[in-house]
């Protein structure tokens, strides 16, 4: 877990998650990061500060040599946005967290391999991706666990990356298989609270969490547990300025 006084940082904060970018430029994809550069623009002009929950790439390794091409792009965006003095924070989801230096010496973004707390205007904010939460997710931490293993890293790495891509590409299946709104959504929700409401009890003002792909913000008192949505179909941006928390679909925004 990273802890760091951020007091600093500066506002507006917006926070994005899941936002699934894939490793194609068809139609859909296009106009999926066409919002998003839109949403890079008021972020520049607004001189805030960028904090991504996870699983901004759809799949992501840090190869020695290669980058994926559809990323290009993306990864340029984010570097503009750095060098211009915007602060960006990566928090590593379930499907990018094989970053080993690249993205933040490229792109000057501060990654964060664990859930990553500060606090901003007295309030101790804690951001997780949220996977493995889950009481009844025995299986996946245990290959949470294996898959991030030095060993299990550096066997995949001796594939050729096309072959790694395309492995990647065909067990994720994203658009049909995480948005997490099923028959377990109220589980999920109650769990996910129960997680909220221990962290207030160690004095967290703010949980914030990715990963299920759901939406909104739930007071209890003067505290909150805030769902990252995603931008598969929520087109999610949390944001925090002097007026307090918002949440609002950027898709209803122009473009």
Not at 69 to 81: N, V
């Amino acid at each position: 877990m990273n802890w760091l006084i951020l007091d600093l940082m500066k506002q507006p904060l917006y926070f994005i998650s899941d936002n699934h970018f894939m490793m194609n430029f068809d139609e859909k994809e296009l106009s999926r990061r066409k919002l998003m550069y839109n949403l890079f623009d008021e972020i520049h002009k607004t001189g805030g500060s960028l904090i991504i929950g996870g699983d901004f790439f759809d799949f992501w390794f840090d190869y020695k040599h290669v980058i994926p091409k559809y990323y290009h792009d993306i990864i340029c965006r984010l570097r503009k946005l750095s060098v211009d003095g915007i602060e960006i924070h990566f928090l590593a989801g379930n499907h990018d967290y094989w970053e080993f230096g690249f993205l933040s010496e490229q792109t000057g973004i501060i990654f964060h391999s664990g859930d990553f707390e500060f606090s901003i205007d007295g309030q101790k904010i804690l951001l997780t991706h949220g996977d493995g939460l889950l009481s009844y997710d025995n299986g996946y931490r245990l290959m949470k666990k294996i898959i991030r293993h030095r060993w299990c890293i550096a066997l995949f790495r001796m594939l050729h990356a096309d072959w790694g891509c395309a492995l990647a590409k065909y067990v994720s299946n994203t658009s049909n298989r995480h948005n997490h709104l099923d028959d377990s959504t109220h589980r999920i929700q109650n769990e996910i609270m129960n997680f909220a409401k221990q962290r207030w009890t160690e004095n967290y003002d703010i949980i914030l969490v990715g990963h299920y792909h759901q939406t909104g913000i739930q007071n209890e008192g003067d505290k909150k547990l805030i769902w990252l949505g995603d931008w598969l179909q929520h087109f999610t941006v949390t944001k925090y300025d002097k007026t307090g928390w918002s949440q609002t679909s950027w898709s209803d925004r122009s473009q």
